[in-house]
């Protein structure tokens, strides 16, 4: 992790002690690197510079205003999944013809907000969609643009939950029936198909399944091309892997290779959609311990952070490397468990991990935090969000306040029948 040093045995980022934070904000809390997302960016697009290729944000793998400004700030568009995620991108400025609407389950609002708004292109994930946003746009007076998502029906080495191209999968159109559709769409007043997307899965570390994805997503847009059918903009989607602990993320001089190889960038426009990649990394959860408890067969560390805050390791089994922020000198490494304060067995944020001698009160680090953690987070067993931390050389700000027990059961209230 880029930006996240220890100096003088202290866990700093950037050039910040991560000890300084913790006396003016309570644990548990995220923090973040902006200079590890700006390189991560820039090191991306970089890559891409000569392949007619616009970056997209995911704003799904941390919705924080202040990344997406980040973001946006160095030129991308935003890749949204919600109206929701609309309005957050529009909110900080990002341009409604530089956002890109995907995801299976559009409602028939969210989809007449996004035809208000002239979003650049709306991303269709089936026949029953499509004929929605036809109906949707002619009562609006509108022309939709779209692009068809296709799933290739190839197989990824990630985890089951988040592999997305397989023909089991809920997303996309099977190729090649999905033509038929094209088809029937291009005949239609109300819909203007301007392209096609592909996106087969998260965290992925291997390049040759897309490889194969781009593929055949450049051979469909040819058939369409030879239909008659003018489409101009490929999607690319996003997935690349990062290193969680041991792993061997693709980099980016070999993601544009096979770009280059594979896709028309001279004749299209060509949009790829990272999110996990340029984010994960880019941040921990700090937390603190609560006690330390051994029950004969394990020793659990029990830490204010649960997960409520952090769901990756209940949801996923996925392993995130904890680290003490201060670090003492000891020969004696002990096997524990890492455990939130949630009544369930499943609250567990790390097991059987190696780390020296911990006492109640110390600090621990939660690494590659930036993706899929506070996004995910919930007030589950009524416990406050945490605050996020956005630091900038030696300096901070708190880009999400944790909000009060009253602010929390504001949005709540009785029944008329109960008062």
């Not at 094209?182 to 899965?201: W, Y």
Request: a neutral charge; proline letters at 4%; charged letters at 25%.
């Amino acid at each position: 992790m880029d930006y996240f040093n220890y100096k003088n045995g202290i866990l700093h980022v950037e050039d910040l002690s991560i000890n300084n934070i913790a006396r003016s904000i309570e644990t548990p809390f995220y923090c973040y690197s902006s200079t590890s997302m700006r390189k991560n960016y820039n090191d991306l697009s970089n890559s891409l510079s000569k392949l007619n290729t616009s970056i997209f944000y995911a704003i799904k793998a941390n919705s924080n205003l202040a990344i997406i400004k980040l973001f946006s700030d160095l030129g991308a568009g935003a890749d949204v999944v919600s109206e929701g995620e609309i309005r957050r991108a529009l909110k900080v400025g990002i341009p409604n013809n530089k956002i890109i609407f995907s995801g299976v389950g559009k409602t028939k609002k969210e989809i007449s907000f996004a035809l208000n708004k002239e979003i650049l292109q709306i991303n269709i994930e089936s026949e029953s969609e499509l004929e929605l946003i036809n109906q949707t746009a002619l009562e609006l007076n509108k022309k939709a643009n779209v692009a068809f998502r296709i799933n290739p029906d190839i197989e990824v080495n990630t985890h089951e939950k988040i592999t997305t191209g397989k023909k089991e999968n809920k997303f996309g159109i099977p190729w090649p029936e999905a033509k038929e559709v094209f088809i029937k769409a291009s005949k239609m007043k109300n819909i203007n198909v301007i392209g096609l997307a592909i996106h087969i899965g998260s965290q992925l570390l291997d390049l040759s399944p897309l490889e194969k994805a781009f593929k055949i997503v450049m051979d469909a847009t040819n058939e369409l091309l030879e239909l008659g059918i003018n489409v101009k903009n490929i999607d690319l989607g996003g997935g690349l892997g990062v290193k969680y602990v041991d792993e061997k993320p693709p980099n980016f001089n070999d993601y544009a290779d096979i770009i280059k190889k594979n896709i028309d960038y001279e004749n299209m426009n060509i949009f790829i959609e990272p999110g996990r990649r340029l984010v994960a990394n880019a941040g921990i959860l700090v937390t603190k311990v609560i006690y330390v408890k051994n029950n004969g067969k394990k020793t659990f560390l029990i830490v204010d952070a649960a997960m409520n805050d952090l769901l990756r390791p209940s949801l996923y089994d996925a392993v995130h490397q904890i680290k003490p922020i201060q670090v003492r000198e000891s020969k004696n490494k002990k096997s524990f468990d890492i455990v939130g304060p949630i009544c369930e067995s499943g609250d567990i944020l790390a097991k059987n991990i190696m780390l020296d001698e911990i006492l109640p009160e110390e600090l621990l680090s939660i690494h590659s935090a930036g993706a899929y953690g506070s996004a995910m987070s919930s007030n589950y067993n009524s416990r406050l969000l945490v605050p996020e931390i956005l630091v900038q050389n030696r300096d901070f700000a708190i880009i999400r306040k944790r909000p009060t027990y009253d602010e929390m059961l504001k949005i709540e209230k009785l029944a008329k029948w109960q008062v």
